[in-house]
């Protein structure tokens, strides 16, 4: 609010008769309300009633008691500013201005000090202006106070607050404003969506073809996923053509998700017979199947861009970093559903187990029945939300070129460019596990049936560590966060080797299922932590001007850290294995053959040629696991990275206060 005169002179400005001048300070609104002064608390002074526009202020004549308290309540909450500097300034303030009312469902955004140099509120809450007010960052300007003065959430009237330990006040979902918890709810519903197709195509899919394809060729079907790797390219489209009617999200929000839903519901009538066409002639059929898969996750990463994007401005600053905590929580439900649920409910053997008296040879869930059914929910879901949630309306509209000359900025940054390496090289060390150990345990012998029972446990704790993963990075700076997870996922890489190399020779057992049930935990663990870290690091360092391309490139670095290695690692599986068909011993019955019977030894370390020699009658023995090989490799080269360059320079960008972020550095204006 703006602070007026609130008496047009004062009878007497000598020290000499400051406590008179002190003794009652009539209001201009309200003469009948008057401050007195000493006040009854000596540690709450409602600066309302100090008259500014007095050169030779009441501020500069105060006792020194009453100049400490102004002086600190004004570094605590305006750092930079001081009574002198207001009392020049008040003039500017707007004339008129009536008291801001309190939202009791919006909490108000308060400075307070941060770790690192980082502030949590007070300048930092109002990011936006900071293009449009150059000023604003200079700390001894006289412009800056007059601002700071006109803004309508200008408040001196509050006892500076105890500066907290957490950047943030709320740490309880519970303990957030009403307005934020729907929000968040509406975030979870909407990166939940996205992670429905994402279970499939980096889940269940690659599952059911192992049957049919190769470690290389299922490498090829991880190019499905590429769109969320490649969606900083058209991330600047999505920020800055939008239609005011719909508002900035909504204009893309409403349209993907109605392509979404038509796009499941086709590929639900058709599935079938592309999974088959996928696995035909040597596999080579996967390429077109991956195509449309492809598609599909798109549209999911375009839809992503414009979630991120909303997400800065639906939750209030203080509890940003529950978005985040939005994101773990709905898009690991969604791939929870689409890749352990619908793999337990897909297996004939799980099925028959639970549900079936008389058994079947199909699951109770099919896959095209699983995609049309999220075809219509997707179409349900966009038509509520197109009635039912309004977006703020703004005025801010860049146009394209803006937003890619924004983007190359953004890359142009040291900072920027830092962390970029960061995300390219950090995941190398677990590529290994999280893409080929499921796989290989199904190798051994491990069901279809016992991977869904792993997962399915490992869920609530999945969940439940990614609520409590964002209290970390709340509690803690996310970057040391992040960099604690690292070390333990290293860990859990290497046990997870030590899990397959121990596989029992006579078959699955209850001890062993636990193990496996126990390193599926720990490396789901330290996977959510370090996500929900580094997703809470980039909502903080975003620039909410341009929001949208500034955290889509952010999260489009750290997903293809994760997505350019797959590919690769895959083919070094199929590469440094060794492995033989040896022709079997004597001749099997001729109806037991389900291909030509094997009679000279060849390679079957593909899968295509391990079909061939198991259904000619043959046995393929494995005389080096290319797996072993390829995950020393990766661990190896995680721990050198982590310690040479990743851990040090996580610790300097964690360090640098939040300017060293934006386009353009305030101080060399």
Same mark, same amino acid.
């Given at each position: 609010?703006?602070?007026?005169?609130?008496?047009?002179?004062?009878?007497?400005?000598?020290?000499?008769?400051?406590?008179?001048?002190?003794?009652?300070?009539?209001? &201009?609104?309200?003469?009948?309300?008057?401050?007195?002064?000493?006040?009854?608390?000596?540690?709450?002074?409602?600066? =309302?009633?100090?008259?500014?526009? !007095?050169?030779?202020?009441?501020?500069?004549?105060?006792?020194?008691?009453?100049?400490?308290?102004?002086?600190?309540?004004?570094?605590?909450?305006?750092?930079?500013?001081?009574?002198?500097?207001?009392?020049?300034?008040?003039?500017?303030?707007?004339?008129?201005?009536?008291? &801001? *009312?309190?939202?009791?469902? =919006?909490?108000?955004?308060?400075? @307070?000090?941060?770790?690192?140099?980082?502030?949590?509120?007070?300048?930092?809450?109002?990011?936006?202006?900071?293009?449009?007010?150059?000023? #604003?960052?200079?700390?001894?300007? @006289?412009?800056?106070?007059?601002?700071?003065?006109? =803004?309508?959430?200008?408040?001196?009237?509050?006892?500076?607050?105890?500066?907290?330990?957490?950047?943030?006040?709320? @740490?309880?979902?519970?303990?957030?404003?009403?307005?934020?918890?729907?929000?968040?709810?509406?975030?979870?519903?909407?990166?939940? $969506?996205?992670?429905?197709?994402?279970?499939?195509?980096?889940?269940?899919?690659?599952?059911?073809?192992?049957?049919? $394809?190769?470690?290389?060729?299922?490498?090829?079907?991880?190019?499905?996923?590429?769109?969320?790797? +490649?969606? +900083?390219?058209?991330?600047?489209?999505?920020?800055?053509?939008?239609?005011?009617?719909?508002? =900035?999200?909504?204009?893309? !929000?409403?349209?993907?998700?109605?392509?979404?839903?038509?796009? +499941?519901?086709? #590929?639900?009538? &058709?599935?079938?017979?592309?999974?088959?066409?996928?696995?035909?002639?040597?596999?080579?059929?996967?390429?077109?199947?991956?195509?449309?898969?492809?598609?599909?996750?798109?549209?999911?990463?375009?839809?992503?861009?414009?979630?991120?994007?909303?997400?800065? @401005?639906?939750?209030? #600053?203080?509890?940003?970093?529950?978005?985040?905590?939005?994101?773990?929580?709905?898009?690991?439900?969604?791939?929870? *559903?689409?890749?352990?649920?619908?793999?337990?409910?897909?297996?004939?053997?799980?099925?028959?187990?639970?549900?079936?008296?008389?058994?079947?040879?199909?699951?109770?869930?099919?896959?095209?029945?699983?995609?049309?059914?999220?075809?219509?929910?997707?179409? !349900?879901?966009?038509?509520?939300?197109?009635?039912?949630?309004?977006?703020?309306?703004?005025?801010?509209?860049?146009?394209?070129?803006?937003?890619?000359?924004?983007?190359?900025?953004?890359?142009?940054?040291?900072?920027?460019?830092?962390?970029?390496?960061?995300?390219?090289?950090?995941?190398?060390?677990?590529?290994?596990?999280?893409?080929?150990?499921? $796989?290989?345990?199904?190798?051994?012998?491990?069901?279809?049936?016992?991977?869904?029972?792993?997962? #399915?446990?490992?869920?609530?704790?999945?969940?439940? +560590?990614?609520?409590?993963?964002?209290?970390?990075?709340?509690?803690?700076?996310?970057?040391?966060?992040?960099?604690?997870?690292?070390?333990?996922?290293?860990?859990?890489?290497? !046990?997870?080797?030590?899990?397959?190399?121990?596989?029992?020779?006579?078959?699955?057992?209850?001890?062993?299922?636990?193990?496996?049930?126990?390193?599926?935990?720990?490396?789901?663990?330290?996977?959510?932590?370090?996500?929900?870290?580094?997703?809470?690091?980039?909502?903080?360092?975003?620039?909410?001007?341009?929001?949208?391309?500034?955290?889509?490139?952010?999260?489009?670095?750290?997903?293809?850290?994760?997505?350019?290695?797959?590919?690769?690692?895959?083919?070094?599986?199929?590469?440094?294995?060794?492995?033989?068909?040896?022709?079997?011993?004597?001749?099997?019955?001729?109806?037991?053959?389900?291909?030509?019977?094997?009679?000279?030894?060849?390679?079957?370390?593909?899968?295509?040629?391990?079909?061939?020699? $198991?259904?000619?009658?043959?046995?393929?023995?494995?005389?080096?696991?290319?797996?072993?090989?390829?995950?020393?490799?990766?661990?190896?080269?995680?721990?050198?990275?982590?310690?040479?360059?990743?851990?040090?320079?996580?610790?300097?960008?964690?360090?640098?206060?939040?300017?060293?972020?934006?386009?353009?550095?305030?101080?060399?204006?």
């Amino acid at each position: 609010m703006s602070i007026e005169p609130s008496v047009p002179s004062l009878p007497d400005t000598s020290p000499s008769s400051q406590d008179e001048q002190f003794s009652t300070l009539p209001l &201009r609104d309200n003469p009948q309300d008057s401050f007195h002064y000493p006040p009854a608390n000596p540690e709450h002074i409602p600066l =309302r009633y100090i008259n500014p526009s !007095i050169r030779n202020s009441p501020v500069e004549q105060a006792s020194p008691a009453l100049q400490l308290d102004i002086q600190g309540t004004l570094e605590h909450n305006y750092p930079g500013s001081s009574p002198n500097s207001i009392a020049d300034s008040s003039q500017m303030g707007r004339k008129g201005d009536k008291p &801001r *009312l309190k939202d009791p469902d =919006r909490p108000e955004s308060k400075a @307070t000090g941060g770790e690192n140099g980082h502030t949590n509120g007070g300048m930092d809450s109002h990011l936006e202006m900071r293009r449009k007010h150059p000023s #604003l960052d200079s700390p001894d300007s @006289t412009s800056q106070t007059a601002h700071l003065l006109s =803004r309508e959430d200008f408040s001196l009237d509050e006892k500076p607050p105890s500066t907290p330990n957490s950047p943030n006040a709320n @740490t309880s979902f519970f303990d957030l404003p009403r307005q934020d918890r729907r929000n968040f709810l509406l975030l979870v519903l909407l990166y939940f $969506l996205q992670g429905i197709p994402m279970g499939l195509a980096t889940g269940s899919v690659p599952f059911l073809l192992k049957s049919h $394809l190769s470690y290389g060729q299922i490498g090829v079907f991880s190019l499905a996923s590429y769109p969320y790797s +490649l969606k +900083l390219f058209w991330s600047p489209i999505v920020d800055a053509v939008w239609s005011p009617a719909l508002g =900035r999200r909504k204009s893309w !929000i409403l349209p993907i998700q109605t392509f979404s839903g038509l796009a +499941l519901i086709y #590929l639900g009538s &058709r599935i079938k017979d592309m999974l088959s066409a996928a696995g035909a002639t040597d596999g080579s059929g996967v390429w077109s199947f991956t195509g449309w898969w492809f598609f599909l996750v798109f549209l999911c990463a375009t839809q992503d861009i414009a979630v991120d994007g909303w997400a800065l @401005t639906l939750l209030s #600053l203080p509890n940003l970093s529950y978005a985040s905590t939005a994101q773990t929580v709905g898009l690991t439900a969604g791939h929870f *559903l689409s890749y352990t649920v619908f793999l337990a409910f897909n297996s004939p053997d799980f099925a028959n187990r639970w549900f079936r008296s008389t058994p079947s040879e199909v699951g109770v869930m099919t896959l095209a029945g699983y995609l049309t059914f999220w075809g219509w929910s997707y179409l !349900i879901v966009t038509l509520g939300l197109a009635m039912l949630k309004r977006e703020d309306k703004t005025k801010e509209k860049d146009s394209i070129v803006e937003v890619y000359r924004s983007m190359i900025g953004i890359l142009k940054l040291k900072n920027i460019q830092s962390i970029i390496i960061v995300h390219l090289i950090a995941k190398i060390g677990f590529q290994a596990n999280d893409g080929v150990t499921n $796989l290989k345990l199904l190798d051994k012998g491990f069901s279809q049936e016992d991977l869904a029972l792993t997962v #399915l446990i490992d869920f609530p704790f999945e969940i439940s +560590l990614g609520y409590y993963a964002g209290r970390w990075s709340t509690m803690y700076p996310a970057m040391h966060v992040w960099c604690w997870a690292f070390i333990g996922r290293l860990f859990a890489a290497g !046990i997870a080797q030590g899990v397959v190399m121990m596989f029992p020779k006579d078959g699955v057992q209850t001890w062993y299922l636990f193990t496996v049930i126990a390193s599926h935990i720990f490396s789901t663990f330290t996977n959510t932590v370090m996500f929900v870290a580094i997703s809470a690091f980039h909502a903080k360092i975003s620039d909410p001007l341009i929001g949208g391309t500034y955290m889509t490139l952010l999260a489009t670095v750290s997903n293809l850290g994760g997505t350019f290695p797959r590919f690769f690692i895959l083919k070094l599986v199929d590469y440094f294995t060794v492995a033989t068909c040896h022709p079997p011993s004597s001749p099997p019955k001729t109806d037991l053959l389900k291909a030509d019977l094997v009679t000279v030894p060849f390679s079957c370390a593909l899968e295509a040629q391990k079909h061939r020699c $198991l259904d000619g009658g043959g046995t393929c023995a494995i005389e080096r696991d290319g797996y072993y090989i390829t995950n020393v490799i990766c661990v190896i080269i995680g721990v050198v990275t982590f310690l040479g360059y990743i851990r040090p320079a996580a610790m300097k960008l964690q360090a640098l206060p939040l300017r060293a972020w934006r386009l353009v550095d305030p101080d060399s204006r």
